[in-house]
């Protein structure tokens, strides 16, 4: 079973940025959809971005393309999401979550994810 440990989230100005990290043990499969959810008090959890670990294949919500960005590196086992330009519409806990090959990166109910980190808060003030 992939356990998921994600982290990096703190409290910036708006415009600032912040790297999350969620490194990835115990895994089984050969690749993965990774990728990041955010839920903010109030509202309803929401897809932030994904990306297959084994083509790179890549989804942003509307709201972040242009500023955030997927990657993953392999020797690391470690999936980043570079978040850049921060808003505080950014604010929420952010949680890294993966499900195994077959997946898409698209959000869907099909293929959702199947295992998540614990979540890292996202704090972005003026």
């Known amino acids: 079973q992939v356990q998921l440990q994600d982290s990096g989230g703190g409290s910036v100005q708006a415009g600032g940025s912040l790297r999350l990290s969620c490194e990835v043990s115990?895994?089984?499969?050969?690749?993965?959809?990774m990728g990041w959810y955010r839920q903010a008090p109030g509202k309803q959890r929401e897809g932030v971005a994904a990306i297959h670990t084994y083509d790179g294949d890549t989804w942003y919500a509307d709201s972040v393309k242009g500023r955030f960005t997927i990657a993953h590196d392999k020797a690391k086992k470690t999936v980043f999401l570079q978040m850049n330009n921060l808003k505080l519409e950014d604010t929420a806990m952010y949680y890294c979550a993966a499900r195994a090959s077959p997946c898409t990166v698209v959000p869907s109910r099909t293929y959702a994810p199947t295992v998540w980190g614990q979540g890292t808060q996202v704090t972005v003030s003026s």
């Open positions: 115990e895994y089984t499969s050969s690749s993965y959809c």
